[in-house]
């Protein structure tokens, strides 16, 4: 699986970003997606991710409220809508695949990246 991710950019405090997160492959139906971010100095950190179906989602404590997390699997695409942006979410996003659990947080579960889209909010 190939993973290309788009949609970051520069927005103000409050403001909404849509990050997308397209797969290569016929097999993107089987695969758990999680989005990840790390902004300077620190270490990647889970943000969300969303089960093979779309049933089961979860996300990490920050983002809660204003992150929703979803899927097409007709169109292999993974959606992160970033509401209510504020700067300490400012870091390149990460999109990843796995096949294993439902849903895991942890990164190194994980067998497939994208290159990362760099979100920059500012105050």
């Known amino acids: 699986v190939q993973l290309q991710a788009s949609g970051g950019g520069l927005v103000q405090a409050g403001g909404s970003l849509r990050l997308s997160c397209a797969a290569s492959?016929?097999?993107?139906?089987?695969?758990?997606m999680g989005w990840f971010r790390q902004a300077p100095g620190n270490e990647r950190e889970f943000v969300a991710v969303i089960s093979w179906s779309g049933g089961r989602t979860y996300y990490t404590d920050s983002v809660k409220g204003r992150f929703t997390i979803s899927r097409d699997n007709d169109k292999n695409t993974v959606y992160l809508q970033m509401n209510t942006l504020k700067p300490e979410d400012t870091a390149v996003y990460y999109c990843?695949?796995?096949?294993?659990?439902?849903?895991?947080?942890?990164?190194?579960?994980?067998?497939?990246w994208g290159q990362g889209t760099q979100v920059t909010v500012s105050s």
């Open positions: 990843a695949a796995e096949r294993l659990f439902m849903t895991t947080t942890d990164p190194r579960d994980y067998e497939y």
């Open positions: 492959g016929r097999t993107f139906s089987r695969y758990t």
